[in-house]
């Protein structure tokens, strides 16, 4: 009776080892699971919040673009009407030349 009860006991403390490895293997299999889906749902934010951030990004590069262009057009504009002005000023000075030099001609074959 003894010698069963022993056996008995140690053929339980087997069996409560074996027992306690198998839900400790199930358990870190269960939590590297959750890890792993864990991961994969922050990574799947972190892209989102990637993708938003470079199209919030790129939102305020077109706005800066449009900007700079909207001021390089007006200065071209505005460096366009000084040159017409330049430009007429040259041609009204060189026809008022050409015409008191048409004059003085035509008055010296009148006399």
Same mark, same amino acid.
Do not use: C, P, W
């Given at each position: 009776?003894?010698?069963? $009860?022993?056996?008995? &006991?140690?053929?339980?403390?087997?069996?409560? =080892?074996?027992?306690?490895?198998?839900?400790?293997?199930?358990? $870190?299999?269960? @939590?590297?699971?959750?890890?792993?889906?864990?991961?994969?749902?922050?990574?799947?934010?972190?892209?989102?919040?990637?993708?938003?951030?470079?199209?919030? =990004?790129?939102?305020?590069?077109?706005?800066?673009?449009?900007?700079?262009?909207?001021?390089? $057009?007006?200065?071209?504009?505005?460096?366009?009407?000084?040159?017409? =002005?330049?430009?007429?000023?040259?041609?009204?000075?060189? @026809? $008022?030349?050409? &015409? &008191?030099?048409?004059?003085?001609?035509?008055?010296?074959?009148?006399?």
């Amino acid at each position: 009776s003894f010698v069963r $009860g022993y056996l008995l &006991r140690k053929k339980i403390v087997v069996m409560n =080892e074996k027992a306690t490895s198998i839900q400790k293997t199930f358990r $870190g299999h269960t @939590r590297r699971q959750s890890y792993m889906y864990d991961l994969a749902n922050i990574t799947i934010l972190q892209n989102i919040y990637r993708l938003n951030k470079a199209k919030k =990004e790129m939102q305020k590069l077109r706005s800066i673009i449009s900007a700079q262009s909207f001021v390089r $057009g007006y200065l071209l504009r505005k460096k366009i009407v000084v040159m017409n =002005e330049k430009a007429t000023s040259i041609q009204k000075t060189f @026809r $008022g030349h050409t &015409r &008191r030099q048409s004059y003085m001609y035509d008055l010296a074959n009148i006399t």
